[in-house]
């Protein structure tokens, strides 16, 4: 029964009848081919028996909240999460010609929506974790970054064993107020912030609202504890948010080249549920197809007045393009359209390829611990586009102790200087390299902690200019970036760092219309945001009649 639900689903999303995202339909189409694969040659089979024990054990479950609880009424799975369920339960390895219980997928990545009754469904999960799952001693804890939103999946969970006097007979379950536990087996589930303590030994992790955590520490300790368990499983649940340096938007990166096809990983499932890039997010069609439970348990006339207000207010628009729409829009008063800008990312795109031609050199180099950025920015020339590439700078003790700019590190985009500051010298170097390949024709820089870089730099020949960090420097060229981007006139390489730091810059109009590039939070870095409007200040300031696509043929010419 309820496989044939989720073959519907797939069905009814890949031939349209169900609107959906390009991600939803990647997701469909990758079932239909399992579906496919499963038999015993191909590795992987569907346990039947399985999933429908599980999904009928779900419907049991009494609601514990809302007007469902009120009337009195258990879980009535809707298709999406019946799709869900049947996907991450159903397929199971084949080993030596036999078929095995252990789950082909053991993670499970599931980006939806406020409102769309995906935490008393993972609760349920979770609890089905800790008795139906076969794992003697299971251990299911729901990890967060605060307490409240710890205790979002555990409590529901605590509160269907409240109210099944039966449930907790059966399995020996006691109900505490931190945890629930089997002491016959030594099984427990519960909430918890930060890592697992010492001994764990997690059947189960659930990483709540993922998109909070600023590192992946507690999920890496989950995960790496589960070392000793047969069949692990690992879910991440999430809207969208605003931190595009943290480890959600990484894990959803990987999943989207997943459900791409671009890499093959059959140890995870994925799906994510929002727009395609061209959709007008200010309609109740782009409701419908973020939304999976439109007018089941988010109602459409409650959407309807959250997006009155997202019109009237470019605040609101942030909060309701990410939490209604799952767009991942950057800071919470942010400046850039990061829809816009991640469309003009380019994964091809390499700094090699524009070897001889003219560019500007920016640099802002903050203060010998913190992020130094450098902005090469190519104007059109030979043919192709106006392009940026960064180069970012840190000390290697504080790289170290940032599990973020560990993976930048390692990935070969944050480029470490030994010690705990930075040694100018390793940018000099890499300017001087710059200015062989390249026609280097100025060296914008704030002059702040840059007296003796601009000084050594002046002494190789190189065309050094200062651009302090003022309104009058930054205001025009800041709304000159920002109309590049929108008119897709530059494209920018695939750099992860400066995705971070243009989805945390925010902007203020002043009463004359100036703006300037700030921050909400001091770790919130937008050096090379910052660098980048400090060489369009000199590119615009070399302008003979006005006009930017004038000036850019007059450097093509030169």
């Given at each position: 029964?309820?496989?044939?639900?989720?073959?519907?689903?797939?069905?009814?999303?890949?031939?349209?009848?169900?609107?959906?995202?390009?991600?939803?339909?990647?997701?469909?189409?990758?079932?239909?081919?399992?579906?496919?694969?499963?038999?015993?040659?191909?590795?992987?089979?569907?346990?039947?028996?399985?999933?429908?024990?599980?999904?009928?054990?779900?419907?049991?479950?009494?609601?514990?909240?809302?007007?469902?609880?009120?009337?009195?009424?258990?879980?009535?799975?809707?298709?999406?999460?019946?799709?869900?369920?049947?996907?991450?339960?159903?397929?199971?390895?084949?080993?030596?010609?036999?078929?095995?219980?252990?789950?082909?997928?053991?993670?499970?990545?599931?980006?939806?929506?406020?409102?769309?009754?995906?935490?008393?469904?993972?609760?349920?999960?979770?609890?089905?974790?800790?008795?139906?799952?076969?794992?003697?001693?299971?251990?299911?804890?729901?990890?967060?970054?605060?307490?409240?939103?710890?205790?979002?999946?555990?409590?529901?969970?605590?509160?269907?064993?409240?109210?099944?006097?039966?449930?907790?007979?059966?399995?020996?379950?006691?109900?505490?107020?931190?945890?629930?536990?089997?002491?016959?087996?030594?099984?427990?589930?519960?909430?918890?912030?930060?890592?697992?303590?010492?001994?764990?030994?997690?059947?189960?992790?659930?990483?709540?609202?993922?998109?909070?955590?600023?590192?992946?520490?507690?999920?890496?300790?989950?995960?790496?504890?589960?070392?000793?368990?047969?069949?692990?499983?690992?879910?991440?649940?999430?809207?969208?948010?605003?931190?595009?340096?943290?480890?959600?938007?990484?894990?959803?990166?990987?999943?989207?080249?997943?459900?791409?096809?671009?890499?093959?990983?059959?140890?995870?499932?994925?799906?994510?549920?929002?727009?395609?890039?061209?959709?007008?997010?200010?309609?109740?069609?782009?409701?419908?197809?973020?939304?999976?439970?439109?007018?089941?348990?988010?109602?459409?006339?409650?959407?309807?007045?959250?997006?009155?207000?997202?019109?009237?207010?470019?605040?609101?628009?942030?909060?309701y393009r990410t939490k209604h729409l799952n767009q991942w829009v950057g800071a919470k008063a942010a400046w850039m359209n990061m829809l816009a800008f991640q469309a003009v990312r380019k994964k091809d795109?390499?700094?090699?390829?524009?070897?001889?031609?003219?560019?500007?050199?920016?640099?802002?180099?903050?203060?010998?611990?913190?992020?130094?950025?450098?902005?090469?920015?190519?104007?059109?020339?030979?043919?192709?586009?106006?392009?940026?590439?960064?180069?970012?700078?840190?000390?290697?003790?504080?790289?170290?102790?940032?599990?973020?700019?560990?993976?930048?590190?390692?990935?070969?985009?944050?480029?470490?200087?030994?010690?705990?500051?930075?040694?100018?010298?390793?940018?000099?170097?890499?300017?001087?390299?710059?200015?062989?390949?390249?026609?280097?024709?100025?060296?914008?820089?704030?002059?702040?902690?840059?007296?003796?870089?601009?000084?050594?730099?002046?002494?190789?020949?190189?065309?050094?200019?200062?651009?302090?960090?003022?309104?009058?420097?930054?205001?025009?060229?800041?709304?000159?970036?920002?109309?590049?981007?929108?008119?897709?006139?530059?494209?920018?390489?695939?750099?992860?760092?400066?995705?971070?730091?243009?989805?945390?810059?925010?902007?203020?109009?002043?009463?004359?219309?100036?703006?300037?590039?700030?921050?909400?939070?001091?770790?919130?870095?937008?050096?090379?945001?910052?660098?980048?409007?400090?060489?369009?200040?000199?590119?615009?300031?070399?302008?003979?009649?006005?006009?930017?696509?004038?000036?850019?043929?007059?450097?093509?010419?030169?």
């Open positions: 029964m309820y496989y044939d639900t989720a073959v519907q689903y797939a069905a009814d999303v890949l031939s349209g009848e169900i609107p959906a995202c390009e991600q939803v339909k990647q997701a469909c189409s990758r079932f239909v081919e399992h579906v496919k694969r499963a038999t015993i040659e191909d590795g992987i089979w569907y346990d039947s028996d399985d999933v429908e024990r599980r999904c009928e054990k779900l419907e049991l479950y009494p609601h514990v909240k809302g007007k469902w609880a009120a009337k009195g009424e258990t879980l009535d799975m809707s298709p999406w999460q019946v799709f869900c369920t049947v996907n991450i339960f159903g397929f199971k390895k084949v080993k030596d010609g036999e078929r095995t219980k252990f789950r082909m997928y053991r993670e499970a990545y599931i980006e939806v929506p406020r409102k769309n009754g995906k935490t008393f469904w993972i609760a349920g999960i979770g609890l089905l974790m800790l008795t139906e799952d076969g794992e003697f001693g299971a251990e299911v804890y729901c990890g967060a970054t605060n307490e409240k939103q710890a205790f979002e999946v555990f409590t529901p969970a605590k509160q269907i064993c409240s109210r099944l006097p039966e449930l907790r007979e059966f399995y020996g379950l006691e109900v505490n107020a931190k945890t629930l536990t089997i002491p016959q087996t030594g099984g427990k589930f519960e909430p918890i912030i930060g890592d697992p303590g010492d001994g764990a030994s997690p059947s189960c992790g659930i990483a709540d609202e993922f998109h909070e955590h600023k590192n992946s520490n507690q999920v890496d300790t989950i995960v790496t504890g589960m070392g000793a368990r047969d069949n692990p499983l690992m879910l991440y649940i999430t809207t969208a948010g605003t931190d595009m340096g943290g480890p959600c938007y990484a894990k959803r990166d990987d999943v989207k080249n997943i459900l791409a096809g671009s890499v093959v990983d059959d140890s995870i499932f994925g799906i994510i549920y929002t727009l395609d890039d061209g959709d007008e997010w200010d309609t109740v069609e782009a409701q419908i197809k973020a939304n999976p439970n439109y007018d089941v348990s988010v109602s459409g006339d409650f959407l309807e007045g959250q997006l009155n207000q997202a019109r009237r207010s470019a605040l609101k628009q942030v909060a795109l390499n700094i090699e390829d524009y070897k001889g031609l003219k560019c500007y050199a920016a640099f802002d180099l903050a203060s010998k611990i913190d992020i130094a950025s450098c902005a090469v920015l190519f104007p059109p020339q030979n043919g192709k586009p106006a392009a940026v590439f960064c180069r970012h700078y840190l000390p290697e003790d504080i790289i170290n102790e940032n599990q973020r700019y560990l993976a930048w590190h390692k990935d070969g985009w944050l480029s470490s200087t030994p010690g705990n500051v930075i040694d100018f010298e390793y940018i000099e170097n890499d300017l001087k390299d710059l200015a062989r390949d390249h026609q280097v024709l100025e060296v914008p820089f704030d002059p702040f902690q840059a007296t003796q870089f601009s000084t050594r730099m002046m002494a190789e020949g190189l065309p050094m200019v200062e651009v302090g960090a003022t309104v009058k420097n930054l205001s025009e060229p800041m709304k000159e970036v920002e109309k590049l981007i929108l008119s897709k006139e530059i494209v920018f390489s695939f750099d992860p760092v400066l995705l971070w730091m243009f989805g945390n810059v925010v902007a203020k109009l002043d009463q004359k219309d100036n703006i300037f590039p700030n921050k909400e939070r001091p770790e919130n870095k937008i050096d090379g945001v910052v660098a980048l409007i400090m060489a369009v200040n000199r590119m615009m300031n070399g302008q003979e009649t006005g006009s930017l696509d004038e000036f850019l043929n007059s450097v093509v010419n030169v």
